[in-house]
């Protein structure tokens, strides 16, 4: 009986998932009636417009970005203890395994497919159904739609990786495949409608989010929040918490998230040139200078610079000029850069003890409090003089267009931790999120998963 509620997690995704295709097939069934003569009226696509210059970017890119999910597994498993590396790992392999099989199923549907009154796609594309290999002119009219699809799978896959930062060292493996599974469909799908999806709410706004300051950074980061309030503090936190256990391999992360955010930042352009070239400028000058701001504020208020300081960061730098990346100048993306190491050195190393909340590896105070102000920094920094299909921000006499991403971090930012706190509380209910105390002790690799990372040799 024992192994059987054990392995109830596992029965609740395979069960979640007949449920979802049994009631896509049906959507699929009903979607040539209702999409026929819409159909009939786009006119065809012709396969000469495919581009093989912007398809080989955009596949490339879709490679970076798969790349980030192994790279933040590295760089979260070298900051937590020796024994719960193989965890971190693990969670993020599985992710990139269930949330792409979710994505092909429904997910993309519900993000990009037929708009249903601006909140969420149909189900119409279910199992890409009609996601072929001509292009789709509503969202890249010069790459066929599967490269699309695949490109944007890359991002569904990372964005809940992101929250495991919060939770790190005392969720249990199943309940969080689970909860996992549950977010990517009821939160990350529709915030990727509203942002990204044509008919999208926030799109149709005017709130601007270049390769996802808010779709992926405030969603997950405020879901990393959520995640840590509900599931409370690790055992002996914060006096007995031991230091990172290999820092470098979280700098060997950290340096392969900088190598894949040019395919996330830069691929979004969704073509091979002057837009993507400005979003990798402008990733890179942000980057540089959020990693050297940190390291002068270490040296201000620790009297020395830490290596963990500057990867940190540096990956807040590259977080806060996501959403921006595409639409503002070199000289904008280092004050972005700058002012990311600022807020976020403030949360982290001055706000959170004072609160008392155990965020373990900081996805909020550097994913959620970066993706918020770049997003709203977008709304200072942003120029026309880039990207026409940009905004003038602040800073170029537009304040409206601050008020815009406002709304949309707000928005974002609510649903997604208030849909969170509901479902890790369900699953909690009925399941369990955290392992008692002597599992917690002993470790999560040996205890979920019978291995170890380490062997020590008398």
Known sequence: MSQIVRKFPFWCLVLFLLFMAAASVVAAEEAPTATAGAAQAAPAVSLSTISAGDTAWVLMSAALVLL?????????????????????LMQCFMLTCLITVQWVLFGYSLSFGPDVHGVIGSLAWFGLRDVTTAPNATYAATIPHQAFMI??????????????????????????CLFSLLWATLVYDPICHWVWGDGGFLKAAGVLDFAGGIVVHVSAGMAALAAALVMGKRIGYPNKIS????????????????????????????SAGSIATTAFVSTHCAGAAAGLTWCLLDWIFNSRATMLGMITGAIAGLAAVTPASGYVNPIGALWIGIGASAVCFAFVALLKPRLGYDDSLDAFGVHGIGGIWGSLALGLWGTKLVNPSGMNGLFYHDAGSFLIQLKGVVITGVYSFVVSVVLLKLVDMFVGLRTNEHEERVGLDLIEHRESAYTLID
Do not use: C, D
């Open 68 to 88: 980030m999910t192994p790279a933040l597994a590295f760089f979260y498993g070298g900051l937590v203890r020796r024994k719960n590396v193989l965890s971190v």
């Open 151 to 176: 490109y944007q799978a890359m991002f569904a896959v990372i964005t809940p990786a992101l929250i495991l930062g919060a939770f790190a060292e005392r969720m249990k493996f199943g309940p969080f």
């Open 243 to 270: 230091p990172p256990h290999n820092l470098p391999f979280a700098v060997l992360g950290a340096g392969m998230l900088w190598f894949g955010w040019f395919g996330f930042n830069a691929g979004s352009a969704l």
